[in-house]
């Protein structure tokens, strides 16, 4: 190969040579030491003034040129100074992945979501639909029927993954194991060789033989990231729950602290009764976090012996007595030889009523050693009193069916609809409700959330329903009933108090929930108020909203006439609310159908 180098020329260098003879010698400065280039970096972002940079200003240069030239100077020094280095192996192939690839209409559709979420900029008409949030519903369908990402959008979904952390679960699904190897190759995404729970089989090399497997979670487990490590935790316990124990039993003594809190955690999922030994011992653990959480997940075990001994602490504090009559109580009452009362109750039906079962309770006395290793929390919250703090405690961590056992075989309604004595009514439920939350009882959570015709209780009023939190309750229920309480729930007490009710309902919200929802939001609309007071809700139609209904809406689309004492121009952005609303299920059902394989 003939070198291109070029080569100076004997007239040039002799003329050079010339001129360096005759012209007068300079003292030779002595060469300053070089600044790190750390030190000029952290001079420059903080400003001269606060830190003094490392370099000495020539006379009559300030200090921050003398910065710049420095870090001119220091910029061409390194990469002049640059040696080659030898090449490194390329990457290793992508893996295969054998799902069924995007449809073209499909394909398409992403694109646009993806440049839409990176367009700088981005505006438009109020009633067009927000791109944006249709990529986890794209994403969600998309992953429902088992497709791949085509490789040329895996870095655009990367990126999009890297800036939404609501996305990362789904985009990391679609990506399959070659978003894995792309992310290996740039630290943009190292985010997703962190791995989340359910994704680490996913991230494991396929075993070649029957004992790999094993020792490559060995190796991953010793040797990962911790992230890597409760992933895989997860992903072990799912497909082998002992395997999984024994895999974290194996570091436990060498685990820090909070590392075991959220080792313990995610043994929740996948809980069942062999987890007991474990658990039992992590109830003597250093952590009171730790305690706590172990108490908490043996508690959801009916059968566990900790279970038990809070049974049997809460049956000291509960009682269900019923009061017999006196003769000096039926005097008192006014009975008469044949047996009537001032009341016009006969002696017979006064009995009965005096005799009608009613709770007592007597909370715990002191919070001993036992009840703190089972997991008892021994210090109140600020306005809370440290009895009736332990008591909720106590009960909430009791196995529900015990109260059928002790209350004489009364079903859940029945039970929570005894009178509680002395006022401990709110405390009570408010125990009993947490319980069947964690227990996932349906049956005792129908019993506590009563009719959805009840008023909502507001901050600060002292209400036998204050201690609700339906909510919480609803998630236990199947997803129709959730919808149909719902449902009734909107059409007797409005929107007001049912953004987080419709946050726990199953999407798309089945029938009677979304004509609920419209009719509420159209009886809004004929008050004649501003809609962003519902912007949350509307949010959620756009979202949760069947796509069919979308004709249906079309009518609410119009402006309307505007009333009087209606708000200036209420009915312009009402109009523009249904617009965007009925655009946006129109959009979901165009993505519905292109992700649809038949």
């Not at 992230?227 to 570091?251: F, I, K, M, N, Y």
């Not at 080792?263 to 658990?279: I, W, Y």
């Not at 609303?581 to 038949?598: I, Y």
Request: net charge negative; hydrophobic share 45%; charged share 25%.
């Amino acid at each position: 190969m003939t070198s291109t180098t070029p080569v100076a020329s004997s007239t040039s260098s002799t003329s050079v040579a010339s001129v360096a003879s005759t012209a007068p010698t300079a003292p030779t400065a002595p060469t300053a030491p070089t600044a790190p280039w750390d030190d000029l970096v952290a001079a420059a972002l903080l400003g001269t003034e606060r830190r003094t940079p490392p370099v000495a200003p020539r006379p009559g240069q300030d200090t921050p040129s003398a910065l710049l030239d420095a870090a001119a100077l220091s910029t061409v020094r390194r990469r002049a100074g640059l040696r080659p280095a030898p090449a490194r192996p390329g990457p290793g192939r992508a893996p295969e992945d054998p799902r069924p690839a995007l449809p073209a209409a499909a394909r398409s559709r992403l694109a646009l979501l993806l440049a839409d979420r990176s367009a700088p900029g981005r505006g438009g008409s109020r009633s067009a639909p927000d791109l944006a949030e249709m990529l986890p519903q794209w994403l969600a369908l998309a992953n429902h029927h088992s497709y791949r990402v085509p490789d040329a959008l895996l870095p655009a979904l990367l990126d999009a993954a890297r800036a939404r952390t609501d996305l990362r679960a789904e985009a990391l699904t679609l990506g399959g194991p070659r978003a894995l190897w792309l992310a290996r190759l740039n630290p943009d995404w190292k985010f997703a060789l962190r791995g989340a729970a359910g994704r680490a089989s996913a991230s494991l090399p396929e075993p070649s033989g029957a004992a790999a497997a094993p020792d490559e979670e060995q190796r991953l487990w010793e040797e990962g990231l911790f992230a890597e490590r409760v992933s895989l935790l997860a992903a072990a316990r799912h497909r082998d729950p002992a395997a999984g124990l024994a895999l974290l039993s194996g570091t436990w003594s060498t685990e820090r602290a909070e590392d075991r809190l959220m080792f313990l955690d995610s043994l929740r999922d996948d809980l069942s009764p062999s987890d007991e030994p474990f658990l039992e011992q992590a109830l003597s653990d250093r952590s009171r976090n730790v305690r706590a959480t172990a108490a908490e997940l043996l508690s959801a075990l009916p059968d566990s012996a900790l279970a038990a001994r809070m049974a049997e602490r809460s049956r000291g504090c509960v009682s269900l007595i019923a009061d017999e009559p006196t003769a000096k109580g039926l005097a008192a009452k006014g009975a008469t030889d044949d047996g009537a009362t001032d009341d016009g109750l006969t002696a017979d039906e006064l009995t009965a009523a005096e005799r009608t079962p009613r709770i007592t309770v007597r909370p715990p006395d002191e919070c001993d050693s036992g009840m703190q290793r089972d997991g008892v929390v021994p210090k109140p919250p600020s306005g809370r009193g440290e009895r009736s703090w332990w008591l909720g405690q106590l009960v909430e961590a009791t196995p529900l069916d015990r109260w059928t056992e002790w209350f004489g075989g009364r079903g859940p309604a029945e039970i929570v609809a005894l009178p509680v004595a002395d006022g401990w009514q709110a405390d009570l439920h408010a125990a009993w409700c947490r319980a069947a939350v964690r227990q996932r009882s349906a049956e005792w959570c129908r019993a506590l959330l009563g009719t959805p015709a009840v008023a909502p209780v507001t901050a600060g009023e002292a209400a036998p329903a204050a201690w609700r939190d339906p909510a919480k309750l609803l998630s236990a229920l199947p997803a129709r009933e959730r919808a149909e309480w719902v449902a009734e729930f909107i059409a007797s007490h409005g929107l007001s108090d049912a953004f987080r009710l419709l946050g726990v309902c199953a999407v798309p919200w089945a029938e009677p929930l979304g004509r609920a929802v419209v009719d509420a939001l159209d009886i809004a609309r004929d008050a004649g108020s501003y809609p962003w007071s519902f912007s949350g809700v509307m949010g959620l139609a756009e979202r949760c909203l069947d796509p069919t209904q979308a004709d249906r809406l079309e009518v609410l689309t119009a402006i309307p006439d505007e009333r009087e004492g209606a708000a200036p121009g209420a009915g312009g952005y009402w109009a523009e609310a249904f617009q965007r609303l009925v655009g946006t299920l129109r959009l979901r059902e165009a993505m519905r159908a292109e992700l649809d394989p038949s």
